[in-house]
């Protein structure tokens, strides 16, 4: 069983620019969250989708969204990025939304952003 | 808010010695769950172990166990007979349980030294 594939692995652009990132999760599961992880901010929650809904959101700007789409892949959007938006964003898949609680929660290798 | 505090940025030990991570959580909720994460160099994160809040007796894993003290808000990790294969970042999270994300701490990157 393949595990959360995550889409692109590098990438680097420049200020100003826009991100899209893609996650696709374990076959079954239904529910995608996003994470962005930085050494002086450790993992920080961005949103989860179930079922093409987003259900959770985090403390980010606006600038950051996401979708689902009917598939269960998730692509997430960061546009007029900052240099403060390098990160490594992890993308975690389970078969229910909230099973953070769980433990049955199963990450990506994440995709590595650098903003210049 | 939750909060999770790793107060250790950077911890090393000799292959086969044991090492304890510390982490301490701030929470006004009675019902919850503390985890140990695993990132290892191919950053991939993978659940080490998992405690529910209303259980006494400590989880243990291999040879992975924690030290859990309700009142003291205390969640430390303890690995022992550590191999070169432990060398990742730990992080230890917390949930409570329904609809709502993981809370992180900002990680402890272990190394093990042959």
């Known amino acids: 069983k393949a595990g959360v594939t995550q889409t692109p692995r590098y990438l680097i652009k420049t200020r100003g620019q826009q991100v899209t990132l893609s996650c696709s999760p374990i076959?079954?599961?239904?529910?995608v969250s996003w994470y962005q992880q930085t050494p002086g901010q450790g993992l920080q929650f961005l949103f989860e989708?179930?079922?093409?809904?987003?259900?959770n959101k985090g403390n980010f700007p606006g600038r950051f969204s996401g979708r689902q789409f009917s598939n269960s892949r998730s692509e997430m959007n960061v546009s007029t990025l900052e240099l403060g938006d390098s990160a490594l964003y992890l993308c975690?898949?389970?078969?229910?939304?909230?099973?953070?609680?769980?433990?049955?929660?199963?990450f990506g290798e994440g995709s590595r952003l650098t903003v210049l | 808010a939750q909060t999770v505090t790793q107060s250790q940025p950077e911890m090393s030990v000799q292959e086969a010695e044991t090492v304890t991570l510390s982490c301490t959580y701030d929470?006004?909720?009675?019902?919850?769950?503390l985890f140990w994460y695993k990132q290892p160099p191919s950053r991939q994160m993978i659940l080490v172990i998992r405690?529910?809040?209303?259980?006494?007796q400590n989880a243990t894993e291999n040879r992975f166990s924690v030290n859990f003290q309700k009142a003291a808000k205390s969640f430390s990790l303890k690995i022992s007979d550590s191999q070169l294969g432990d060398t990742a970042m730990y992080f230890c999270?917390?949930?409570?349980?329904?609809?709502?994300?993981?809370?992180f701490g900002k990680g402890t990157r272990l190394s093990v030294i042959a």
């Open positions: 929470t006004s909720e009675n019902n919850y769950y």
């Open positions: 405690q529910e809040a209303y259980k006494q």
């Open positions: 975690a898949s389970s078969y229910l939304p909230g099973q953070g609680s769980t433990g049955e929660l199963f």
């Open positions: 076959s079954g599961h239904r529910s």
């Open positions: 989708y179930f079922s093409e809904t987003q259900r």
């Open positions: 999270a917390f949930a409570v349980s329904g609809n709502t994300p993981l809370v």
